[in-house]
Antibody, heavy 116, light 107 residues
């Protein structure tokens, strides 16, 4: 079936970087934009940016410009989101999601905890 | 940036009742680009409605969406126990923004 499987939870120190992976299966990876969202504990959803798996083109929310990099490895149908210079406010669940009919398929989420 | 404001913040109802959730945009949103999501604790959001009124695959017909311009509504007729969750609206015409959510709780 169509699914996105994300990497496991991470604990990082302030100032470090984190790289989350998202493996797609059940559909043609290169045919759909792949977006990243995040959700801080008890908070709402926030869009971070997208990557087009075919071209590698990206578009990032202004808030994350300079700190986020989205990449992909097409042969293994996997997208990556790297966030640098982590602070405590980056503690959140990070989701990858496919842009089909709206955001129709979501990964299960990756908890990233930033703690001294 | 288009701001989406959802009301009420919390809605307390009983199974079998009808729920009406509102999403108001700070500027006009094309009806083709308004969606609704359901999220349960510890789970990813689940797409319910896209394009204001189209149900996503597998979504029961007790869920319906309507609206235009700046005012949109998600209606759930005959609430089932599994419907109690947080609901978010999303606009995807000008970048991407979500409402702050409506928590639907059991009365």
């Amino acid at each position: 079936q169509v699914q996105l499987v994300q990497s496991g939870a991470e604990v990082k120190k302030p100032g470090a970087s984190v790289k989350v992976s998202c493996n797609a299966s059940g559909y043609t990876f290169t045919s759909y934009y792949l977006h990243w969202m995040r959700q801080a504990p008890g908070q709402g959803l926030e869009w971070m940016g997208w990557i087009h798996p075919n071209s590698g083109g990206t578009n990032y929310a202004q808030k994350y410009q300079g700190r986020v990099t989205m990449t992909r490895d097409t042969p293994i149908s996997t997208a990556y989101m790297e966030l640098t210079r982590l602070i405590s406010d980056d503690t959140a669940v990070y989701y990858c999601t496919r842009r089909g009919d709206a955001f129709d398929i979501w990964g299960h989420g990756t908890m990233v905890t930033v703690s001294p | 940036e288009i701001v989406l404001t959802q009301s009420p913040g919390t809605l307390s109802l009983s199974p079998g009742e009808r729920a009406t959730l509102s999403c108001r945009a700070s500027q006009t949103v094309s009806s083709s680009y308004l969606a609704w999501y359901q999220q349960k604790p510890g789970q990813a959001p689940r797409l319910l409605i896209f394009g204001t009124s189209s149900r996503a695959t597998g979504i029961p017909d007790r869920f319906s969406g309507s609206g235009s311009g700046t005012d949109f509504t998600l209606t759930i007729t005959r609430l089932e126990p599994e419907d109690f969750a947080v609901y978010y609206c999303l606009q995807y015409v000008s970048s991407y923004t979500f409402g702050q959510g409506t928590k639907l709780e059991i009365k």
